[in-house]
């Protein structure tokens, strides 16, 4: 019984890595999501780009922005925007699957503009996130992830990646 076990178990981790990240390549995407902000009544659609490295299999660096959101009315108009800079760990699950975790900075920047009035604010902060992965092929992939900036604002995206 533990041959069986050992044997399944050695043909998961063999199979994992088939379309897994490979070292020393790089990849970009873009994605599309919802943005939250827990203290206001700021819920808009987000959209970025981002563009990484993978150091190792398990391993990247990856650079990102998103739009978090734009809300304009007669006389008033605010947008976000955040510029981040994170590391990524990567766990395969399975042949086409992985999760990963996030840890990062991002400074967000805010403007906003009442009549004449005009206001910019930009503060650096922590972000972090977790996420799933599927490959399609060892080219593209997709995710799903949410991350934390802070202790208010949250996003869920969906993105596309290719890898060179």
Sequence with gaps: MIKKIAAVTALLVASSAAFAAQPNTFYAGVDAGKTRVSNGDFKE??????????I???????????????DE??????????????????LPVGESFNVFGRIGLTQLDARARV???KEFDSTVRAVIGVGVGYSFNPKVSGRLEFQKTGSDIRNLSAGVAYQF
Excluded: C, H, I, M
């Excluded at 659609?45 to 993978?54: D, E």
């Design 45 to 54: 659609t987000s959209y970025g780009a981002f563009a990484g490295y993978n």
């Design 56 to 70: 190792t299999q398990g391993f990247a660096v990856e650079a990102g922005y998103r739009r978090l959101g734009k």
């Design 73 to 90: 009315r007669p006389g008033y108009k605010a947008s976000a925007d955040a510029y981040t800079l994170s590391g990524l760990g990567t």
């Design 115 to 117: 009549a004449s009035f």
